[in-house]
């Protein structure tokens, strides 16, 4: 028998507080990125790119969970700007690398800003010991549902 579906305080629930969080988070973003004529999109692919230098356009789609072509328009607007360019692989000419240009600096420089300033008023919240807190349980649920194999990719049924 399935059990009837309640209501659900949204305000205690930490599947809704933690989406919320994330949506302004990514509201934010939007509105900081647009100052510079830009995506949160394109930010979220330059922040990508500063932390894994040479990544393939193929793995930077699984990290940011969207398809191949969007990456590839994406990367594509950030290249006539300047910003980005793409590398053949030396072992793989099929494959593109990708690389941050000197000339994205202003741009992650507002990234970096921007992440600063979110984690300083995450930081003046919580305090130092309760973030730590929340940094590890994060992680722990993060790991937990990873290991889920409809997020994984293994298609076994669970034990």
Same mark, same amino acid.
């Given at each position: =028998?399935? %059990?009837?579906? #309640?209501?659900?305080?949204?305000?205690?629930?930490?599947?809704?507080?933690?989406?919320?969080?994330?949506?302004?988070?990514?509201?934010? *973003?939007? @509105? &900081?990125?647009?100052? =510079?004529? =830009? #995506?949160?999109? @394109?930010?979220?692919?330059?922040?990508?790119?500063?932390?894994?230098?040479?990544?393939? @356009?193929?793995?930077?789609?699984?990290?940011?969970?969207? +398809?191949?072509?969007?990456? *590839?328009?994406?990367?594509?607007?950030?290249? /006539?700007?300047?910003?980005?360019? &793409?590398?053949?692989?030396?072992?793989?000419? &099929?494959?593109?690398?990708?690389?941050?240009?000197?000339?994205?600096?202003?741009?992650?420089?507002?990234?970096? *800003?921007?992440?600063?300033?979110?984690?300083?008023?995450?930081? %003046?919240?919580?305090?130092? !010991?309760?973030? @730590?807190?929340? #940094?590890? /349980?994060?992680?722990?649920? %993060? +790991?937990?549902?990873?290991?889920?194999?409809?997020? /994984?990719?293994?298609?076994? !049924?669970?034990?």
């Amino acid at each position: =028998m399935v %059990k009837p579906v #309640t209501a659900v305080d949204v305000e205690s629930d930490p599947l809704f507080l933690l989406y919320d969080v994330a949506r302004l988070i990514r509201l934010r *973003a939007d @509105q &900081r990125a647009r100052l =510079m004529d =830009m #995506t949160r999109a @394109q930010w979220v692919i330059l922040a990508w790119l500063e932390l894994r230098p040479g990544i393939s @356009q193929t793995e930077l789609a699984e990290l940011v969970d969207v +398809e191949p072509i969007t990456v *590839a328009r994406l990367v594509d607007r950030l290249e /006539s700007r300047g910003l980005v360019e &793409r590398r053949h692989d030396p072992s793989d000419r &099929r494959v593109r690398r990708l690389h941050v240009l000197d000339a994205a600096e202003p741009v992650l420089t507002e990234i970096r *800003a921007y992440r600063a300033d979110v984690n300083d008023r995450v930081a %003046k919240q919580l305090g130092p !010991k309760t973030l @730590q807190t929340l #940094t590890r /349980s994060l992680r722990s649920i %993060k +790991e937990e549902l990873a290991r889920d194999p409809l997020v /994984s990719g293994n298609s076994e !049924k669970p034990a």
